[in-house]
C-alpha cells in the first residue's frame, strides 16, 4: 500500500506517521527521514517505510539508493512530498492543512484497497 502524504514544511506528515506507528504497538522512537530519506519499521507484523523526499535532487538518486527495491507489494509506505520521485501512484492521498489552530487532513482513496481502508476508518 502507497500512501502519499501532502502538506506543507511543519503540516505533521511525520506527527501523523509517528502515531500509526504508535498505534501499531512502536514503542521506539520515531525520527523524521529527512537526512536519511527513508526509515523501514516492523511493528505489528507489518513492513512500513516512511520516505522524506524533501531533499531529493533528482531521479538519478532516487535510483542510485535502491528505493525502488522497497516497492515490493510487501511493504506500507508512507511518502513525504512523493512528487520529488518517480513514487508508483498512491492507494491514499493525505493533505495536511495547517490551520489557525491544529491541522486539517483530507483523506482521499484513490484504489479499491485505499478506499477500503479509508471505510474503516
Known amino acids: 500500500m502507497v500512501i502519499y502524504l501532502n ?6 506528515k511525520t506527527c501523523l ?20 530519506l527513508l526509515e523501514p519499521y516492523h511493528v505489528g507484523g507489518l513492513d512500513l517505510r516512511h520516505f522524506d523526499l524533501y531533499r531529493l535532487q533528482d531521479e538519478i538518486e532516487w535510483e542510485h539508493a535502491g528505493f525502488r527495491d522497497e516497492f515490493d507489494g510487501n ?12 513514487a508508483p501512484p498512491a492507494d491514499i492521498v493525505i493533505d495536511l492543512v495547517i490551520m489557525q489552530q491544529g491541522r486539517r487532513a483530507i483523506m482521499k482513496g484513490n484504489t479499491a484497497i485505499g478506499k477500503a481502508c479509508l471505510k474503516l476508518l
Do not use: M, Q
Not at 20 to 34: E, F
Not at 75 to 86: D, M, R, V
Open 7 to 12: 502538506g506543507d514544511l511543519g503540516a505533521g
Open 17 to 36: 506517521v509517528r502515531g500509526v506507528l504508535n498505534a501499531l504497538g512502536h514503542t521506539g522512537h520515531v525520527k523524521s527521514p529527512t537526512y536519511t
Open 75 to 86: 511493504n506500507i509506505l508512507f511518502i513525504e512530498w512523493p512528487e520529488k520521485a518517480p
